[in-house]
């Protein structure tokens, strides 16, 4: 008798501890509410991953520029974009792992009626930058995308937008995000791990993002290039300091997801090996990069073919620095805003001269990676580098190094090689042709069908060399 009535009475107890029977199903140990900060950062962290990572499965388009070639595997380098799921796995990091997270961090944020007004507006003008960056990849990667039915869990055959309509919404709103920002007040503080929080850096951000974009419309929509500039111009980036870097840790998971891929203290791969075009080019110039950028073989920097079988013992490879678990992203720099300007200016859109910009772009670049001064005015001093006596027109002056600077940072490399056409790239196989975007999803075929197939009419067809709205030349 004593026994049971324990029992009933820790019965009783544990009952009384609950108010129903369905919070015994609640995990405890998982959050159910993520506050907009985690939710921002894990955007940051997703949208730098995608736009890093050299897996095979995701993004090939160090390939595509030729600044990497491969050991063995030979569909990659010769554009096969089906034989894995490359297009859906890029696809589906910013649809889903980027600008879902920043979506609901902005609802979150918005539905809060007790946080400061001013602090509010300057975390959504955060999540609306990123926003707007994350749009412009998917854009300029794809064409006609998913955009105003977009991120609705209900609505599993979303409308495709046109490609153009949607890049010049995301001008607007840049623009209204770089207006909702007060520099005297903080943003998102240790949720904002590439300015802890500091406005005035966010406006510089945003405005060279927004230089960015008007670079890649300036062929198709010169007049609204030539405005964005004029506006964008005056609060750019200024030194390397400004640099957009996403901070990747030593310790797993949440490292640099290069290390995953090639040879180095987490992986034992011998894929990757140093593109030719790129090493023989840096060779001819005598680049003080080359040792930052590349492993030696014998004291000497070689190249591999692109397309084709390459032995990795005899080749260069990427270099223990680029490897580290802890080298850091890049979403944007200094340097990339220079080459911007000096492009700008031989389009009369600033009056500057070019090549001041250019010979700052050049020096920006070698300075960050570990280069000196004296490196870099003895290699803008060579007449293959020199502005005045570089061969070509400004086009393949500042594409060419361009390409050069943009070595870790294939997206954007690709981005510039696509607008300016230079340097010229020759494909491993005749009658292939570098792909100019991405093909759209497999899976948007058998569960998008009707929407799929009218935006690859749209812009053309739905093939790898089908040139975007902006590609004109």
Known sequence: MKKLIICLFSLVFMAACVDDLDEYNIDTKRATDVPPATLFTSALLNLT??????????????????????????????????????PQNFWNALYRDVLADLNEAKRILQADETINETLRNNQ???????????????????????YTEALDPTNTQPVYDDDQAIYNDILERLDRALGLINTEAPGFGDGDVLYNGDMGQWVKFGNSLKLRLAMVIADVDE????????????????????????????????????????????????????????????????????????????????GGRVGFSNSFSTNSTVSEKISQLDFPGVLLDYAEVEFLLAEAAERGFIAEPAAEHYNAAIRASILYWGGTEAEADAYLAQPGVNYATAPGDWRQKIGRQAWIAFFNRGYEAWLTWRRLDAPTLTPPVEGLIVPTRLIYPVNEQTLNPNNRGAAAAAIGGDESSTKLFWDVR
Not at 124 to 131: D, F, P, S
Not at 137 to 144: M, N, R, Y
């Open 49 to 86: 991953d995608v736009l890093t990572t050299p897996n095979v499965n995701t993004n090939n388009i160090r390939l595509y520029v030729q600044h990497w070639a491969t050991t063995q595997y030979v569909e990659e380098p010769r554009y096969n974009m089906t034989g894995r799921l490359i």
């Open 124 to 146: 959504l003008a955060q999540i609306e930058i990123m926003e707007v960056y994350a749009w412009s990849v998917l854009v300029t990667t794809f064409g006609d995308v998913p």
């Open 223 to 302: 007049a609204r290039a030539r405005t964005l500039v004029t506006e964008a111009a005056p609060n750019v980036f200024e030194s390397n300091d400004d640099n957009a870097i996403f901070p990747y840790t030593a310790a797993t998971p949440n490292n640099n997801p290069i290390s995953d891929n090639v040879y180095g203290a987490l992986s034992r791969r011998q894929d990757f090996i140093a593109a030719s075009t790129l090493v023989n080019l840096m060779n001819e110039l005598n680049d003080p990069r080359r040792p930052q950028y590349f492993t030696s073989v014998n004291g000497a920097y070689v």
